[in-house]
């Protein structure tokens, strides 16, 4: 079993919306996904109400119970759990980064995103742990090349010793229509771009879980 937590100490970057469309691609109807919903916000409880389908399967958590959660995953015979987190709660960030195999970092590729990105890159280092930033809300491509904003944040966010997703999530429209009908942008126009993006970053993702253990790796054995 893997355990990814998705954090970021900035608000509104996508931590909530990249955990619901992991989930998703993580579950297959044998093996579910576990989402556990740190935030006291509950959005993505919120989302998984809306949601028809079985899975994944989601428990509404405070990042305290995290080590027994995830034991308890591990003995149920879950093969991937991912951790939504709040932005501000330094103890709930730590406790999910703590279990994790990997920690996603979502970021808006804006200067002042950026900067923000490096308190929760100092977080993981507390922890032992190398992040994976995946810059979100990015302008979509209009032509073969990255736009500029976007090599810029790459190149920032490198500069700062982070690891950075090959993988770039634009801004989409289809992101809040699958998310108010409880669906994945993928459930909702499977050939669309922004399930391509989603698609591509999770088997980039998926790569890094079956790597082996790296720095990335966690000690949630
Ligand atoms: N790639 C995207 N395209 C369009 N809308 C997006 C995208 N990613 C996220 N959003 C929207 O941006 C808003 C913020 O995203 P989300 O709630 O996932 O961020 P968050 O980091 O979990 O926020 P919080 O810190 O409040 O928990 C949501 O309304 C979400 O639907
Ligand atoms: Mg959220």
Same mark, same amino acid.
């Given at each position: ?132 930033? !995946?810059?979100? @809300?990015? +302008?979509?491509?209009?032509? *073969?090349? #990255? ?8 190149? &920032? $966010? ?26 994945? !942008?993928?459930? @909702?126009? +499977?050939?669309?771009?922004? *399930?391509? #993006? ?8 998926? &790569? $890094? ?13």
């Amino acid at each position: 079993m893997k355990v990814i937590a998705v954090t970021a100490r900035k608000g509104g970057v996508g931590k909530t919306t990249l955990s619901m469309h992991l989930s998703v691609l993580a579950s297959t109807a044998e093996k579910p996904a576990l989402l556990l919903d740190c935030d006291p916000q509950r959005s993505l409880a919120w989302w998984h109400r809306l949601r028809e389908a079985d899975v994944p399967n989601l428990i509404e958590a405070d990042a305290r119970e995290l080590p027994e959660l995830v034991q308890a995953a591990r003995r149920e015979g879950f093969g991937r759990v991912i951790i939504d987190t709040p932005p501000h709660a330094e103890d709930s960030i730590l406790g999910a980064m703590r279990v994790a195999d990997l920690v996603v970092v979502p970021t808006r590729p804006g200067p002042l995103d950026l900067a923000a990105v490096a308190t929760t890159l100092d977080l993981a280092a507390r922890v032992g742990k190398e992040p994976l930033a !995946v810059i979100n @809300h990015a +302008p979509p491509r209009t032509g *073969a090349a #990255e736009p500029a904003i976007v090599t810029e944040a790459r190149t &920032a $966010l490198g500069n700062m010793g982070a690891r950075v997703a090959e993988t770039v999530i634009a801004n989409r429209v289809s992101m809040s229509h699958a998310i108010l009908s409880g669906l994945t !942008v993928g459930e @909702h126009e +499977p050939d669309g771009k922004a *399930a391509g #993006e989603v698609g591509a970053l999770w088997r980039e993702i998926e &790569a $890094l879980l079956s790597g082996g253990p790296g720095k990335g790796s966690g000690n949630a054995r």
